[in-house]
């Protein structure tokens, strides 16, 4: 009989893919975007975890989401270390969510409040997806603007308490089997999985929209000095004058 982790994981398959293929993402990672448009990116993200922090601490205890509550993942100290750095300490007084960030943020307070079981779903699109395909958009973000290795700007990415990504992900999977509740709960699970990626894929559609090209035709990008100070350019690795720069392989 498979497992209620490969259910998951198959039954949402096109949905995960049509985020892989956002055009946001795919013009951050392929060099063609300005630093700016990772800080938002990042501003979105803290809307986002903000509220899944926040049902986490709600639902600590509950039967069905609560083993699913791990400290370790936690990532809204990391996310506003980011955002102090990206866009300097009066950050607060600036960001600001989409209306599909606020959409997708309210879904997830709604499903923390009265549905546990939907809410895990979300919990496990976010980290798990962060925890894996976050480490391409960290390294792209090290390479093309200059950040140090895990440092400040991408911290978010860096989990610093999970020395066994592989192991941890095991680990998930057994609590995802261990659902209590039968084909239907799971089911219902399964959609909200789909929904959180569509939500998610909103999200990126905003972004795009506001962001269609930002990077200078030179190649060049701009990276943030220290906290709050001037950015300075520099030209990400193997980008060349005059030349787009090339798409990860």
């Known amino acids: 009989m498979e497992s209620f982790s490969t259910l998951l994981r198959t039954a949402s398959r096109e949905q995960h893919e049509e985020v892989r293929g956002s055009t946001f993402i795919g013009d951050l990672l392929g060099r063609k975007l300005g630093i700016d448009a990772f ?6 993200l803290w809307f986002v975890y903000g509220a899944l922090e926040s049902g986490a601490r709600r ?3 509950d039967p069905v989401a609560g083993p699913f509550v791990r400290p370790e993942l936690f990532r809204m100290a990391a996310l506003e270390r980011d955002l102090e750095y990206l866009r300097g300490p009066g950050w607060r007084r600036t960001v600001s969510a989409l209306p599909a960030t606020l959409e997708y943020a309210e879904r997830i307070t709604a499903c923390a409040r009265s ?4 809410y895990v779903a979300h919990h496990y699109t976010r980290y798990l997806g962060d925890l894996s395909g976050g480490q391409i958009i960290r390294d792209t973000a090290e ?3 200059g950040f140090a290795k895990k440092g400040d700007g991408v911290r978010f990415y860096v989990f610093e308490e999970i020395p066994n990504p592989a192991a941890f992900k095991r680990t998930y999977a057994e609590l995802l089997d261990a659902v209590p509740g039968g084909e239907l709960e799971r089911q219902r699970i ?3 999985c789909k929904r959180a990626y569509g939500l998610n894929n909103a999200m990126f559609e905003a972004l795009g ?4 090209l930002t990077a200078t035709r030179s190649g060049q990008v701009s990276v943030p000095d ?3 100070r001037r950015p300075r350019s520099i030209r990400p690795a193997g980008a060349r004058s005059g030349s787009g ?3 990860p392989g």
């Open 39 to 44: 800080a938002r990116y990042t501003e979105q």
């Open 59 to 61: 639902l600590v205890a």
């Open 115 to 118: 549905r546990p079981a939907d």
């Open 143 to 145: 390479r093309n603007w």
């Open 190 to 192: 399964v959609a909200e």
């Open 209 to 212: 929209e506001e962001f269609p």
């Open 226 to 228: 220290g906290p709050g």
């Open 245 to 247: 720069s090339p798409s």
